[in-house]
């Protein structure tokens, strides 16, 4: 049995299988081949390959710098001088003595007077005083309570107006009057009146005279209001 077992071994096997020694062999070779026409035909089939394009641009751009901004010139900082008083006394003693100028005199009865002081001469003619302001204006005040009506002293008529007489117009007419410190009207104003007897009645009433009206001892301007009656005859 051993015998059978490792006679095989040295004996070469004549069989139904001797050819399979070649498959491994061939199979081998097979890959072989296979793996170059993959990887090997490829890299020296050049021709098959892209050709590398050769003409390349190059462009250069340059930027622009903008110029540099102007230096500004720094002043160089003020230095107070300090003020120096007249008045004060020296601080060195003095090295010698002059003499003071002389005055100028001034004849009596000169137009232009002035101050002398050594050899100069501050002059200011003279001038008249101004005129003293006006009285400030006083507002009218109107009649009632502490202000009596002052009493008239002067009456003119109105005069009928013939439209109004041809139309049977009549009334009254009532005015505001402003009385002056002098007793004179010095503005008028119709409140209620017919358009036809209106100014018949401010033309007699401008025309009146009244007594001043005083408030404290002094004339004021005062308001008061007027009747002007109009009746047919």
């Known amino acids: 049995m051993p015998r059978d077992l490792f006679g095989q071994m040295t004996r070469p096997f004549d069989g139904v299988g001797a050819r399979s020694r070649l498959t491994v062999p061939v199979s081998l070779a097979a890959h072989v ?76 009865g000169s137009a232009d007077l002035g101050v002398l002081i050594g050899d100069v001469t501050s002059s200011t003619a003279l001038v008249p005083p101004p005129d003293p302001p006006p009285p ?50 010095v503005d008028t104003t119709v409140l209620r009146a017919h358009p036809l007897l209106a100014q018949a009645a401010l033309d007699a009433v401008r025309q009146w005279r009244f007594t001043p009206t005083r408030l404290n001892g002094e004339p004021v301007p005062v308001v008061m209001t007027v009747t002007v009656n109009f009746q047919l005859r």
Do not use: C, W
Request: glycine share 6%; net charge neutral; aromatic share 2%.
């Open 136 to 185: 400030p204006r006083r507002e009218p005040v109107r009649v009632g309570g502490a202000i009596q009506p002052p009493t008239k002293i002067r009456d003119v008529a109105p005069v009928y107006p013939h439209i109004a007489q041809a139309a049977g117009v009549s009334g009254i007419v009532i005015v505001s009057a402003t009385i002056g410190t002098d007793g004179a009207v």
């Open 33 to 108: 081949l296979a793996v170059a026409a993959v990887i090997v035909v490829p890299l020296v089939a050049s021709d098959a390959l892209p050709s590398l394009r050769t003409n390349l641009s190059v462009s250069m751009v340059t930027p622009v710098v903008p110029p540099p901004p102007p230096l500004r010139r720094i002043a160089p900082p003020a230095v107070e001088t300090p003020a120096v008083n007249t008045n004060a006394a020296p601080l060195e003693a003095p090295t010698g003595f002059s003499h003071e100028p002389d005055l100028v005199a001034v004849e009596a």
